[in-house]
């Protein structure tokens, strides 16, 4: 019996090394997603208004008319697709963190106002959060970006539109949990301020639940501002997207596949990494702060 333990023990730690390392994995391809949206067009000169038609379908690995080579090939009207996977990455991170960052703070104020106040007030805001919840989230986004000028901005706000119910329930479970806790009874009865109350006896115990969330949101957000351009709304021609870059080379499937096939796949990895990375957040600090 302690032979057999004993030559398990390796095995086990061999296991958890393997699987820590796996873990890594995410944090290290979203890094360097981000490092490319930051330093990539620094370093990578690029026109989208530029149409060099002489240069047009050229496959991966091509040399183009100024002399220069096409490492990903180009898109129809000449331009570079490694050029727009890195300004797209850009376009597809700000639109990220500035959603999240707008959802969140909303959610955040509306969640615990909410759950700490309860009574009629939380009664009102849990209506309005299940009633907005109802809306499928990209078909409001569509009428929202549809009816107004393209722009970041507008993509901002129609992808917020529904992204902050989520932080807005996820903070007012939080708050419903801790109003009753002996150091929020404790504050109350010292006359300490309700706003103060909510700043510092509330607020830091959603910050794990919240930033795991941010995480999910976060490719949620990506997916859907992708989705926007695709279909030809919110953001303007002027600005690369992955999603333009995919819509252009629909018709290009059988004889340019390079032209949607690269960003979609650049999509998907960066996707499916913010979802493995959320996931693992959540199982982390999804339960929010443990109590002092």
């Not at 004993?6 to 296991?15: G, I, K, N, Q």
């Not at 986004?141 to 722009?151: H, K, L, M, W």
């Not at 109350?188 to 509330?202: A, D, F, N, T, Y």
């Not at 957000?221 to 002027?238: K, N, T, Y």
């Amino acid at each position: 019996m302690t032979a057999a333990v004993t030559l398990d023990a390796p095995l086990a730690t061999a296991r958890r090394r393997r699987t820590g390392w796996l873990g890594k994995v995410p944090y290290v391809v979203v890094g360097l997603y981000l490092l490319v949206a930051l330093i990539g067009p620094l370093l990578i000169d690029y026109d989208p208004v530029h149409t060099p038609l002489e240069d047009r379908l050229l496959s991966p690995g091509s040399t183009t008319a100024d002399g220069g080579t096409a490492w990903l090939g180009t898109d129809d009207l000449g331009r570079d697709i490694l050029a727009q996977i890195v300004y797209g990455a850009r376009t597809s991170v700000l639109i990220g963190i500035a959603t999240v960052g707008v959802a969140s703070i909303v959610g955040l104020l509306l969640g615990a106002v909410a759950g700490y106040a309860r009574g009629w007030l939380d009664a009102v805001l849990a209506r309005i959060f299940d009633v907005l919840l109802a809306f499928p989230a990209i078909l409001l986004a569509i009428v929202i970006a549809g009816a107004f000028q393209r722009s970041i901005l507008l993509v901002v706000v129609a992808l917020s539109a529904t992204a902050w119910i989520s932080f807005a329930r996820v903070t007012r479970s939080v708050a419903l949990s801790l109003r009753e806790r002996a150091w929020v009874d404790a504050s109350r009865v010292l006359g300490v301020p309700q706003r103060s109350i909510l700043w510092r006896h509330i607020l830091p115990f959603t910050a794990g639940p919240v930033v795991a969330l941010a995480t999910l949101e976060f490719a949620l957000v990506v997916l859907g501002e992708a989705g926007l351009s695709f279909l030809g709304i919110g953001l303007p021609s002027s600005t690369v997207s992955w999603g333009q870059t995919i819509a252009n080379g629909k018709t290009y499937l059988e004889t340019a596949w390079w032209i949607s096939t690269l960003p979609g796949i650049a999509l998907s990895l960066l996707i499916i990494n913010v979802g493995i990375l959320g996931d693992q957040l959540t199982a982390r600090y999804g339960r929010g702060r443990r109590d002092p």
